[in-house]
């Protein structure tokens, strides 16, 4: 039996290495050591997206009622 393909792509959360803005709200600054959700798209030598954590939760709670909502279709 094969293995379950991921929804989610290449995401992480990890400390910024230096001084960076959110990919979403040019206005954040997430300073060295703040925690930031890091998203990569698929494929070899793609670049990585930021985004600071107020920006990052409200993506999150955006993706979270897209699952409940395909899990509903599927129920």
């Known amino acids: ?7 989610l792509l290449r995401v ?3 400390q910024a290495g230096k001084l960076c803005r959110c990919k979403h709200n040019r206005k954040h600054a997430i ?3 703040e925690l930031r959700l890091v998203i990569k798209d698929p ?14 939760t409200g993506m999150i709670a955006q ?3 897209k699952l ?3 899990r ?4």
């Open 1 to 7: 039996m094969s293995a379950h393909k991921s929804l």
């Open 12 to 14: 992480e959360v990890r």
């Open 31 to 33: 300073v060295k050591g």
């Open 43 to 56: 494929g070899p030598g793609t670049p990585e997206y930021g985004y600071c954590p107020a920006c990052a």
């Open 63 to 65: 993706a979270e009622a």
């Open 68 to 70: 409940a909502q395909l």
């Open 72 to 75: 509903a279709e599927l129920a």
